[in-house]
């Protein structure tokens, strides 16, 4: 079993740069796809990026394409999530999973272990 712990987020004014972390403990998941999530309040969760096992494959919601990207560190059990350009509409608590294969996924049901989540808030 790992557990994932999100850290990086804060408050920002729109048009500025934030890095999330996801750092696993307990079991690796190297040989596991990983995504981000979000979800503001009165909203359902949305996905954000994935990436595959291997870091070769990713996906990334429409509204982020061309400002966030997702890169992982398997030696170091991390992810990250780059994210310049922040908008209002951003902000969200942002958590990290683990999926159940190696393979990118975008729907919630393919990922488990979710993190605790990291507060974003961008302000315009």
């Known amino acids: 079993q790992v557990q994932l712990v999100e850290s990086g987020g804060g408050l920002v004014q729109a048009g500025d740069s934030l890095r999330l972390s996801c750092a696993a403990s307990?079991?690796?998941?190297?040989?596991?796809?990983m995504g981000w999530f979000r979800q503001a309040p009165g909203k359902e969760r949305e996905f954000v990026a994935a990436?595959?096992?291997?870091?070769?494959?990713?996906s990334y919601a429409d509204s982020v394409k061309g400002r966030f990207t997702i890169s992982r560190d398997n030696a170091k059990n991390t992810v990250f999530l780059q994210m310049n350009s922040l908008k209002p509409e951003d902000t969200a608590v942002y958590y990290c999973?683990?999926?159940?294969?190696?393979?990118?996924?975008?729907?919630?049901?393919?990922?488990?272990?979710w993190g605790q989540g990291t507060q974003v808030t961008v302000s315009s």
């Open positions: 307990g079991r690796t998941f190297n040989g596991y796809a």
């Open positions: 999973a683990v999926a159940r294969t190696s393979v990118v996924a975008t729907i919630s049901s393919a990922f488990r272990s």
């Open positions: 990436i595959g096992w291997s870091g070769g494959s990713t």
